[in-house]
């Protein structure tokens, strides 16, 4: 085959700006610095340099910024350049930064830009000139730019906004003392009321005096119904837009009248003690900031508080009359103008008016969430990924009592991602926190059941991780008095909070899992596993993940777990299903949540440079010792706990050291001491020594089996090298490795499947795409290497389908057909169709297709060496077509001519394949995916109606209930019009008898199904001519951005 490479027809005009432009662009930058930001020499020269430097990177990828102008992409750029200076500037103190006040928001605003195309973009930036920023700034610049984290609050403060206005839009009437006129403070097109505003200002100052530096969603939420609270006691009853007597919103009732805050408690799921501790700071910030002086309501006669239980419930005479508001607004603002100059990198004030143009109108979090749109997708917020449930995670237990019955819930506030978050943590708080934090007595039968009492082992291990994991206030800040001394206080109750909820529920599920063990082992003596460090270390991680997912952190996101606990992906990896299974409580939001970790552990985290799955790779596979070494891929040993205390300053307690600590590095009994890159040839000898008993389990096939029993955990953290007591002949990595890979095809199958679908493509091609992935995984394992296997996905689909289309002309002159010619038209694929259809999967991130890495051996036909990020043509033409070319040939033309020339004997012949390559699987019968796409032409979709609803409805007599889903063929009208209109689309000419079926449909068959009521009809192109794959010119494409 000669050297593959492909065009992209119909691509966007290139984009490109002179190398030597005069120094336009330098000077149009300077000035910006100069000019609007007004930024000091220092400040100025620093720019200068990164923006001199990083100018190259920037002409060679100005196809790959944004998709406007060259003028545009400019302004990207020098917004990424400023941003990373004014963060990570050299040579000035804190306190100067904080003078200058140079914020993301005024850099913004001054380049005319929006918060949500800065985000959707400086990954490339940061990508594309990492080296440079290490360079001039270290190699923690990343973890100092806090880029997750800024990202993660604008969309935690997007979607509170939405929630405190859905909920005041029900409380109050949107006129107030203004009189229906511009608020004076209001820099807003949109009008908003002055008592919306001031409770907005009011919760910002609660976020800046008063919470923690986590400012999770949960905290911020009770900050929010509090001034609610306030708010409902302070503006004037003519203004309400609810009766005091609402038995359905004030629900919580006593002697004395309506007991606000419980009935806030019930309606939003808030703790009625966190609500009034919440409360408690907020009057003492209107005490503080606002001056105002505060009085018992229980003394007070005024009108907004009959009908009310005023026990213990504060009142500020004139804090919202007419005759203060405006001052008191005035108040709030320029406090909060202190405070954004010296901790913020936002301003939040933007957040209360939808129209603000810097806020955008795009999607952040993975393309989930819609900060100034219309649509919504809640599910997305709870899970980075596509709400569907994975197969190869446990299916969705039925509603506990716990978690109420949403069909008989009348109360039930509207389900969006925070009243979702306040609901896990009611399943936190009521469900887990009313736990002992030590192990209970049948935990501690088992682990005084091992060869040796475990016991303080297993406490002290709890204690130093959930330590490193939830940090209180280390010594050094002891001494700090004010205000920052408060906050830190804070942080460390918070920190203490969470670690104990973390320990609790990590005993609750390590209990479960000994007693499911030992039913199977048949015994209670856990030696193996409950003196596994690595073990404890994944279960920790994967509780105090649990817990801060509840909370939704925004400092102590994913994987913040793994580098806290010194574990990898691959370990995590290996007890999500086993503690989904066994916590039965656990919230349907939570489990999405490790779902959609479970899918980024599978889909590149495992597969990254000092992953653990390496080391058992080397074991299992030791023919790919030699690539793994060459990349030096192999994981570090994990820290001891030792280290972990001392790097955190956490107290031992006097504690002796683990036992297996003290010969950590000379010991391999737990698979966690030797260093990997030593055991290498250890680990070659072993193998040597075992060929001789050697079973064709070896070599068995990636089959994947969704009722096959998992194996006692015991063998997912043996020894790599150790026989899995299973038996078999296998190496514990053996059998660790080919689960790994069972999921890996899995979850190829199921993103394989709907990009199909969106393509519309034969179901031929889905199988074939199918089939090569498994044989890469088998055979050219290397591939995915520090890949994304997406990228292996998007190559895959490529090349399967331009050969199918060979393949398909080649057997023309043997089976002449209009079906064949149909096919052909249908494979006529570009990788520009392919990248765009894959933009519009849950799971796509620009990065998947933009950057692939690339090791450059010395032999490279192109001269280049060593590391490289290129887009995915590059990869496509110089990585995967040299390697795939063996089993791209079987689906060509050769192979097909092969098979026509052999006897149907041969043909039946399963050793028909590559020789050594194991026998491939069929593509699995996957669960559907609802909603499903029943038309061709029209995006219009079908689901089931969930079991748990069904009894809510009242006609038992119907089969089945069907909910529809789906976009206008024409301008919006309403709800109603809209589905009238798909129904009578799908109702009009040709009546389909009996239920639908739900089975795996290509879009290609809804096309041949729904052919004949629309009239419409594939034309045959015209036969082309047969190519042999050998010749086949493969043209250029730019990649799509």
Same mark, same amino acid.
């Given at each position: 085959?000669?050297?593959?490479?492909?065009?992209?027809?119909?691509?966007?005009?290139?984009?490109?700006?002179?190398?030597?432009?005069?120094?336009?662009?330098?000077?149009?930058?300077?000035?910006?610095?100069?000019?609007?930001?007004?930024?000091?020499?220092?400040?100025?020269?620093?720019?200068?340099?990164?923006?001199?430097?990083?100018?190259?990177?920037?002409?060679?990828?100005?196809?790959?910024?944004?998709?406007?102008?060259?003028?545009?992409?400019?302004?990207?750029?020098?917004?990424?350049?400023?941003?990373?200076?004014?963060?990570?500037?050299?040579?000035?103190?804190?306190?100067?930064?904080?003078?200058?006040?140079?914020?993301?928001?005024?850099?913004?605003?001054?380049?005319?830009?929006?918060?949500?195309?800065?985000?959707?973009?400086?990954?490339?930036?940061?990508?594309?000139?990492?080296?440079?920023?290490?360079?001039?700034?270290?190699?923690?610049?990343?973890?100092?730019?806090?880029?997750?984290?800024?990202?993660?609050?604008?969309?935690?403060?997007?979607?509170?906004?939405?929630?405190?206005?859905?909920?005041?839009?029900?409380?109050?009437?949107?006129?107030?003392?203004?009189?229906?006129?511009?608020?004076?403070?209001?820099?807003?097109?949109?009008?908003?009321?002055?008592?919306?505003?001031?409770?907005?200002?009011?919760?910002?100052?609660?976020?800046?005096?008063?919470?923690?530096?986590?400012?999770?969603?949960?905290?911020?939420?009770?900050?929010?119904?509090?001034?609610?609270?306030?708010?409902?006691?302070?503006?004037?009853?003519?203004?309400?837009?609810?009766?005091?007597?609402?038995?359905?919103?004030?629900?919580?009732?006593?002697?004395?009248?309506?007991?606000?805050?419980?009935?806030?408690?019930?309606?939003?799921?808030?703790?009625?003690? $966190?609500?009034?501790?919440?409360?408690?700071?907020?009057?003492?910030?209107?005490?503080?900031?606002?001056?105002?002086?505060?009085?018992?309501?229980?003394?007070?006669?005024?009108?907004?508080?009959?009908?009310?239980?005023?026990?213990?419930?504060?009142?500020?005479?004139?804090?919202?009359?007419?005759?203060?508001?405006?001052?008191?607004?005035?108040?709030?603002?320029?406090?909060?103008?202190?405070?954004?100059?010296?901790?913020?990198?936002?301003?939040?004030?933007?957040?209360?008016?939808?129209?603000?143009?810097?806020?955008?109108?795009?999607?952040?979090?993975?393309?989930?969430?819609?900060?100034?749109?219309?649509?919504?997708?809640?599910?997305?917020?709870?899970?980075?990924?596509? %709400?569907?449930? %994975?197969?190869?995670?446990?299916?969705?237990?039925?509603?506990?009592?716990?978690?109420?019955?949403?069909?008989?819930?009348?109360?039930?506030?509207?389900?969006?991602?925070?009243?979702?978050?306040?609901?896990?943590?009611?399943?936190?708080?009521?469900?887990?926190?009313?736990?002992?934090?030590?192990?209970?007595?049948?935990?501690?039968?088992?682990?005084?059941?091992?060869?040796?009492?475990?016991?303080?082992?297993?406490?002290?291990?709890?204690?130093?991780?959930?330590?490193?994991?939830?940090?209180?206030?280390?010594?050094?800040?002891?001494?700090?008095?004010?205000?920052?001394?408060?906050?830190?206080?804070?942080? %460390?109750?918070?920190?203490?909070?969470?670690?104990?909820?973390?320990?609790?529920?990590?005993?609750?599920?390590?209990?479960?899992?000994?007693?499911?063990?030992?039913?199977?082992?048949?015994?209670?003596?856990?030696?193996?596993?409950?003196?596994?460090?690595?073990?404890?270390?994944?279960?920790?991680?994967?509780?105090? $993940?649990?817990?801060?997912?509840?909370?939704?952190?925004?400092?102590?996101?994913?994987?913040?777990?793994?580098?806290?606990?010194?574990?990898?992906?691959?370990?995590?990896?290996?007890?999500?299903?086993?503690?989904?299974?066994?916590?039965?409580?656990?919230?349907?939001?939570?489990?999405?949540?490790?779902?959609?970790?479970?899918?980024?552990?599978?889909?590149?985290?495992?597969?990254?440079?000092?992953? %653990?799955?390496?080391?058992?790779?080397?074991?299992?596979?030791?023919?790919?010792?030699?690539?793994?070494?060459?990349?030096?891929?192999?994981?570090?040993?994990?820290?001891?706990?030792?280290?972990?205390?001392?790097?955190?300053?956490?107290?031992?307690?006097?504690?002796?050291?683990?036992?297996?600590?003290?010969?950590?590095?000379?010991?391999?009994?737990?698979?966690?001491?030797?260093?990997?890159?030593?055991?290498?040839?250890?680990?070659?000898?072993?193998?040597?020594?075992?060929?001789?008993?050697?079973?064709?389990?070896?070599?068995?096939?990636?089959?994947?089996?969704?009722?096959?029993?998992?194996?006692?955990?015991?063998?997912?953290?043996?020894?790599?090298?150790?026989?899995?007591?299973?038996?078999?002949?296998?190496?514990?990595?053996?059998?660790?490795?080919?689960?790994?890979?069972?999921?890996?095809?899995?979850?190829?199958?199921?993103?394989?499947?709907?990009?199909?679908?969106?393509?519309?493509?034969?179901?031929?091609?889905?199988?074939?795409?199918?089939?090569?992935?498994?044989?890469?995984?088998?055979?050219?394992?290397?591939?995915?290497?520090?890949?994304?296997?997406?990228?292996?996905?998007?190559?895959?689909?490529?090349?399967?389908?331009?050969?199918?289309?060979?393949?398909?002309?080649?057997?023309?002159?043997?089976?002449?057909?209009?079906?064949?010619?149909?096919?052909?038209?249908?494979?006529?694929?570009?990788?520009?169709?392919?990248?765009?259809?894959?933009?519009?999967?849950?799971?796509?991130?620009?990065?998947?297709?933009?950057?692939?890495?690339?090791?450059?051996?010395?032999?490279?036909?192109?001269?280049?060496?060593?590391?490289?990020?290129?887009?995915?043509?590059?990869?496509?033409?110089?990585?995967?077509?040299?390697?795939?070319?063996?089993?791209?040939?079987?689906?060509?033309?050769?192979?097909?001519?092969?098979?026509?020339?052999?006897?149907?004997?041969?043909?039946?012949?399963?050793?028909?394949?590559?020789?050594?390559?194991?026998?491939?699987?069929?593509?699995?019968?996957?669960?559907?995916?609802?909603?499903?796409?029943?038309?061709?032409?029209?995006?219009?979709?079908?689901?089931?109606?969930?079991?748990?609803?069904?009894?809510?409805?009242?006609?038992?007599?119907?089969?089945?209930?069907?909910?529809?889903?789906?976009?206008?063929?024409?301008?919006?009208?309403?709800?109603?019009?809209?589905?009238?209109?798909?129904?009578?689309?799908?109702?009009?000419?040709?009546?389909?008898?009996?239920?639908?079926?739900?089975?795996?449909?290509?879009?290609?068959?809804?096309?041949?199904?729904?052919?004949?009521?629309?009239?419409?009809?594939?034309?045959?192109?015209?036969?082309?001519?047969?190519?042999?794959?050998?010749?086949?010119?493969?043209?250029?494409?730019?990649?799509?951005?």
């Amino acid at each position: 085959m000669s050297q593959a490479s492909v065009e992209m027809e119909d691509v966007k005009p290139s984009i490109s700006l002179p190398s030597d432009d005069g120094g336009a662009m330098e000077a149009r930058f300077t000035d910006v610095c100069k000019s609007k930001l007004a930024l000091d020499e220092s400040m100025i020269r620093q720019a200068m340099v990164l923006f001199r430097e990083s100018k190259h990177i920037l002409l060679a990828n100005m196809s790959a910024i944004g998709s406007g102008s060259p003028e545009e992409i400019e302004r990207f750029w020098s917004a990424f350049v400023l941003y990373c200076v004014t963060r990570l500037s050299k040579g000035r103190t804190k306190h100067e930064k904080e003078e200058n006040g140079i914020t993301l928001c005024r850099i913004l605003r001054v380049l005319k830009m929006n918060v949500v195309d800065f985000f959707k973009e400086i990954p490339q930036f940061c990508l594309k000139a990492g080296y440079i920023l290490t360079g001039l700034y270290g190699s923690d610049w990343e973890k100092r730019l806090e880029l997750k984290e800024l990202q993660a609050n604008i969309v935690h403060l997007s979607l509170l906004s939405r929630y405190y206005k859905r909920a005041y839009q029900e409380l109050f009437l949107p006129n107030d003392a203004s009189s229906g006129q511009h608020s004076v403070v209001s820099n807003s097109v949109g009008y908003v009321s002055d008592y919306h505003r001031f409770g907005w200002l009011l919760f910002l100052a609660l976020r800046i005096h008063a919470f923690s530096r986590f400012k999770d969603l949960v905290t911020c939420t009770n900050g929010l119904v509090s001034i609610l609270a306030i708010l409902i006691l302070h503006i004037p009853v003519r203004f309400r837009n609810f009766h005091i007597q609402d038995s359905l919103l004030f629900a919580k009732r006593t002697d004395k009248g309506v007991d606000l805050v419980a009935s806030l408690c019930d309606k939003y799921h808030t703790s009625e003690d $966190e609500l009034r501790r919440v409360m408690k700071k907020a009057n003492n910030l209107i005490v503080d900031i606002l001056k105002k002086k505060p009085c018992a309501a229980s003394g007070c006669k005024r009108e907004n508080l009959s009908c009310i239980n005023t026990d213990g419930l504060i009142y500020f005479e004139d804090l919202l009359e007419e005759n203060s508001l405006q001052s008191s607004i005035l108040i709030l603002e320029d406090n909060y103008d202190d405070a954004i100059n010296s901790k913020g990198e936002l301003d939040e004030r933007m957040f209360v008016n939808e129209e603000d143009s810097l806020l955008g109108t795009g999607s952040l979090s993975g393309g989930s969430i819609n900060i100034c749109g219309k649509k919504r997708k809640y599910d997305a917020m709870a899970s980075p990924a596509k %709400s569907i449930t %994975s197969p190869m995670s446990p299916p969705l237990s039925p509603a506990s009592p716990e978690n109420g019955n949403p069909v008989n819930n009348f109360k039930m506030v509207p389900i969006t991602p925070v009243s979702t978050a306040m609901t896990t943590a009611k399943w936190l708080r009521n469900i887990i926190s009313p736990l002992p934090s030590r192990p209970s007595t049948e935990l501690l039968r088992f682990f005084s059941s091992c060869d040796r009492d475990v016991t303080t082992d297993v406490t002290r291990r709890a204690s130093i991780i959930l330590g490193a994991i939830f940090p209180t206030t280390s010594f050094g800040e002891r001494c700090i008095s004010g205000n920052l001394q408060s906050v830190n206080r804070m942080d %460390s109750i918070w920190a203490e909070q969470r670690k104990v909820e973390a320990m609790k529920l990590y005993y609750r599920v390590l209990e479960t899992m000994c007693r499911a063990e030992s039913h199977i082992l048949n015994g209670n003596n856990l030696t193996s596993l409950l003196s596994n460090d690595r073990f404890h270390r994944c279960m920790l991680a994967c509780s105090a $993940e649990l817990v801060l997912a509840t909370h939704k952190t925004v400092t102590m996101m994913f994987p913040a777990v793994l580098e806290k606990t010194g574990i990898t992906a691959f370990d995590l990896s290996k007890v999500i299903e086993s503690f989904v299974r066994h916590e039965e409580t656990l919230p349907r939001e939570l489990k999405r949540h490790l779902n959609s970790l479970e899918e980024r552990l599978l889909e590149s985290m495992a597969w990254e440079k000092g992953s %653990s799955m390496y080391n058992s790779l080397i074991v299992a596979r030791p023919t790919l010792a030699a690539e793994i070494n060459r990349l030096g891929l192999l994981a570090e040993p994990m820290p001891s706990l030792d280290a972990i205390a001392v790097h955190h300053n956490i107290s031992t307690g006097g504690l002796p050291p683990l036992p297996f600590q003290k010969h950590e590095q000379s010991s391999d009994q737990n698979g966690d001491a030797v260093s990997p890159k030593r055991a290498c040839s250890e680990y070659r000898s072993a193998l040597v020594e075992r060929n001789s008993f050697t079973s064709p389990v070896k070599e068995r096939t990636l089959t994947l089996n969704l009722k096959s029993k998992l194996p006692p955990l015991q063998s997912a953290f043996a020894s790599p090298t150790r026989p899995n007591p299973a038996g078999g002949g296998e190496t514990c990595a053996e059998t660790g490795i080919n689960i790994f890979f069972n999921k890996i095809v899995k979850l190829a199958a199921i993103r394989i499947r709907s990009l199909c679908e969106r393509l519309q493509l034969p179901q031929q091609i889905l199988e074939r795409v199918y089939s090569l992935i498994q044989q890469i995984l088998s055979q050219r394992t290397a591939l995915f290497f520090n890949r994304h296997i997406d990228q292996i996905i998007l190559c895959s689909f490529y090349g399967v389908a331009k050969i199918s289309q060979m393949a398909l002309t080649f057997v023309l002159p043997y089976f002449l057909s209009i079906c064949f010619c149909w096919q052909i038209s249908q494979m006529a694929l570009t990788f520009k169709e392919i990248i765009y259809n894959y933009r519009k999967q849950p799971q796509c991130k620009p990065q998947v297709f933009r950057s692939v890495f690339v090791h450059w051996p010395s032999t490279s036909h192109n001269g280049k060496t060593g590391q490289e990020h290129v887009d995915i043509i590059t990869f496509y033409n110089e990585v995967f077509i040299p390697s795939v070319k063996p089993l791209l040939v079987e689906l060509g033309p050769a192979g097909v001519a092969q098979k026509i020339k052999k006897s149907p004997e041969d043909n039946n012949n399963a050793d028909s394949q590559i020789p050594g390559s194991p026998r491939l699987s069929p593509f699995p019968n996957l669960p559907d995916m609802s909603p499903k796409k029943v038309s061709a032409a029209h995006n219009v979709y079908v689901s089931p109606l969930r079991s748990s609803k069904m009894d809510a409805l009242l006609s038992p007599s119907s089969k089945s209930y069907y909910a529809c889903v789906g976009e206008s063929t024409h301008a919006y009208q309403s709800p109603s019009k809209d589905l009238t209109a798909i129904n009578n689309r799908l109702n009009s000419g040709r009546k389909v008898s009996g239920r639908l079926n739900f089975d795996v449909v290509s879009d290609s068959v809804v096309a041949g199904s729904l052919g004949a009521q629309n009239g419409s009809s594939a034309p045959a192109p015209a036969p082309a001519p047969a190519f042999s794959i050998l010749e086949l010119p493969v043209k250029r494409e730019q990649p799509d951005s």
